[in-house]
């Protein structure tokens, strides 16, 4: 079941909790490393699980079905990821073997305000197909106002806002987490805070997060952290800020301002938390580097746009200009992952498709080479490199900052999408914890078990105590790490020996079993 409760208050002192007595269990994991998910050191012992629950941890009776010797492996509670996108793909892909392979064993889709608007519909498809990771979900801000108004940039009527209101309301009562908001993308990213606030209030009313991919991560980054937080104030509720960064040459270090003013906040008796991919670079749709305005409408709209040579210079105008005030020349940085109608681009940077397309890379060619890709209509995915190693370091240690992938369920060797849907917890294990030692092993785990089953209200999951759901993860410390590149992005994590989702044993040997004992985990 599914409760508010205050961030941290599943920390629990460490008992060693004896199998009771006559109990059958299914599952021994003996010789183990244990890493409760608390941030506590690991200890030695066993985990026992019996009817998908954990029934004995640290010392138990020395029988089961099944026993598997850990071999001093570590074992941590599955992860969850707080941030997914996993709509349009988990019919398709129910075993989420990029997820499930990776140790994640539920994830938290609907966020950057797009999610399914019939949340009911969605649970109940999820539960009669079957899935292999538990899924919960937020309900989408952009969702619901573009089934109420489109993607018309105006403020709404009072009898719109009241039929969003609705719509967000009955995504809470469906079991949704809480609300996201996407507030650079259309339509969202033409909604007032007073309106965001509006329908916060609503998800609050049901104990809800408010999870908000803000509405700019780069010079005036300082000012979204800061509307985001005004929402949860105003609504009286906690706040998620979805993949925390610095975007841009020109922000590069400002990490310290950003997490200097959730500090602050938190200090203030602000309940606000950030989520992170561990990359330097982000994924989402080309169209991001045209102005709001030249959106709006929808496709047929940008194409009457361009067709004016007056709106369209300005659109060139203003695209230069942020070239220019984030210090980049041009659109080198921008690498192709998706592009539906011409698989050749992927892969490719902007200046290589413009070479292509136009017979030449320079500025003006990469900018009509951009503008033809968006206004053809349909989504061209890309990868952006524009972060900096040292921010991503700063933000990992910050208390408040759990893992999260913002990725979707690839068709393994399809397309060229970002590694991280492929690497991130293991990377984080591999990379930040054994090589860099950026932050320990034991609050890794925790900014992926215990502090994100907190903040999404997850009271049965998240740390290795009796009675719990048995979603636990065993790998090797010394093996574990991500194999995903930018180029080769399609590669399975390494280092996970076994996964257990509620309680049945869905990763043998690094392999996914292909059972699908997820559950959908609703806000009670």
């Given at each position: 079941m599914l409760k508010n409760h205050l961030l941290g208050c599943v920390i629990l002192l460490i008992g060693l909790v004896p199998v009771v007595d006559g109990q059958t269990l299914d599952v021994l994991i003996t010789n183990a490393r244990i890493v409760d998910g608390t941030g506590n050191p690991w200890f030695n012992g066993s985990i026992g699980i019996a009817e998908g629950k954990i029934a004995c941890v640290g010392k138990c009776r020395n029988d089961a079905k099944l026993i598997i010797d850990a071999d001093q492996q570590i074992v941590s509670p599955g992860f969850i990821d707080v941030h997914g996108h996993i709509e349009s793909s988990i019919r398709s892909r129910p075993e989420a073997r990029n997820f499930v392979q990776g140790g994640v064993t539920s994830i938290i889709t609907g966020n950057c305000g797009g999610s399914s608007l019939h949340l009911e519909e969605f649970f109940h498809e999820l539960r009669d197909s079957g899935i292999s990771i538990n899924v919960a979900s937020l309900i989408g801000h952009n969702t619901v106002r573009r089934a109420v108004m489109g993607a018309s940039d105006r403020m709404p009527t009072a009898s719109e806002l009241d039929s969003m209101q609705r719509l967000v309301d009955r995504g809470m009562r469906d079991g949704a987490v809480g609300l996201s908001t996407g507030l650079i993308y259309v339509p969202g990213t033409y909604a007032t805070t007073e309106e965001v606030v509006t329908l916060a209030k609503v998800a609050a009313q049901y104990g809800g997060v408010y999870a908000s991919h803000i509405r700019n991560e780069s010079d005036k980054v300082l000012d979204a952290i800061t509307e985001a937080v005004e929402v949860g104030k105003q609504?009286?509720?906690?706040?998620?800020?979805?993949?925390?960064?610095?975007?841009?040459?020109?922000?590069?270090?400002?990490s310290t301002a950003t997490l200097g003013l959730v500090e602050r906040f938190r200090?203030?008796?602000?309940?606000?938390?950030?989520?992170?991919?561990?990359?330097?670079?982000?994924?989402?749709?080309?169209?991001?580097?045209?102005?709001?305005?030249?959106?709006?409408?929808?496709?047929?709209?940008?194409?009457?746009?361009?067709?004016?040579?007056?709106?369209?210079?300005?659109?060139?105008?203003?695209?230069?200009?942020?070239?220019?005030?984030?210090?980049?020349?041009?659109?080198?940085?921008?690498?192709?992952?998706?592009?539906?109608?011409?698989?050749?681009?992927?892969?490719?940077?902007?200046?290589?498709?413009?070479?292509?397309?136009?017979?030449?890379?320079?500025?003006?060619?990469?900018?009509?080479?951009?503008?033809?890709?968006?206004?053809?209509?349909?989504?061209?995915?890309?990868?952006?490199?524009?972060?900096?190693?040292?921010?991503?370091?700063?933000?990992?240690?910050?208390?408040?900052?759990?893992?999260?992938?913002?990725?979707?369920?690839?068709?393994?060797?399809?397309?060229?999408?970002?590694?991280?849907?492929?690497?991130?917890?293991?990377?984080?294990?591999?990379?930040?914890?054994?090589?860099?030692?950026?932050v320990t092993l034991e609050d890794a785990i925790r900014k992926m078990t215990s502090l994100p089953a907190s903040r999404f209200f997850l009271e049965d999951r998240g740390l290795i105590r009796t009675g719990l759901a048995a979603d636990l993860v065993v790998f090797d410390p010394a093996t574990v790490g991500d194999q995903a590149t930018y180029e080769a992005p399609h590669a399975y994590a390494k280092g996970i020996s076994y996964v257990f989702i509620n309680g049945e044993l869905t990763v043998k040997e690094g392999m996914h079993t292909g059972v699908r004992a997820g559950q959908v985990l609703m806000k009670q």
């Open positions: 609504a009286q509720m906690p706040v998620e800020i979805s993949h925390f960064k610095v975007s841009g040459r020109h922000m590069w270090s400002q200090s203030e008796g602000m309940d606000v938390t950030v989520d992170q991919y561990p990359y330097t670079a982000s994924s989402t749709t080309l169209a991001i580097l045209l102005p709001s305005w030249a959106l709006a409408g929808g496709s047929d709209s940008l194409k009457t746009r361009l067709a004016s040579p007056k709106l369209k210079a300005a659109i060139i105008a203003e695209m230069k200009e942020d070239l220019e005030r984030s210090e980049t020349a041009d659109y080198t940085y921008c690498a192709v992952s998706n592009c539906p109608w011409e698989k050749s681009y992927n892969g490719l940077r902007i200046s290589e498709v413009s070479q292509k397309m136009m017979g030449s890379d320079d500025l003006d060619s990469q900018i009509e080479t951009v503008l033809k890709l968006v206004s053809e209509g349909r989504r061209v995915q890309m990868v952006f490199h524009k972060m900096n190693e040292e921010d991503v370091q700063r933000i990992m240690q910050a208390p408040f900052t759990m893992i999260a992938s913002d990725a979707g369920i690839p068709q393994y060797g399809i397309n060229v999408p970002h590694p991280r849907a492929y690497g991130t917890n293991t990377r984080v294990l591999g990379r930040y914890v054994r090589e860099l030692g950026a």
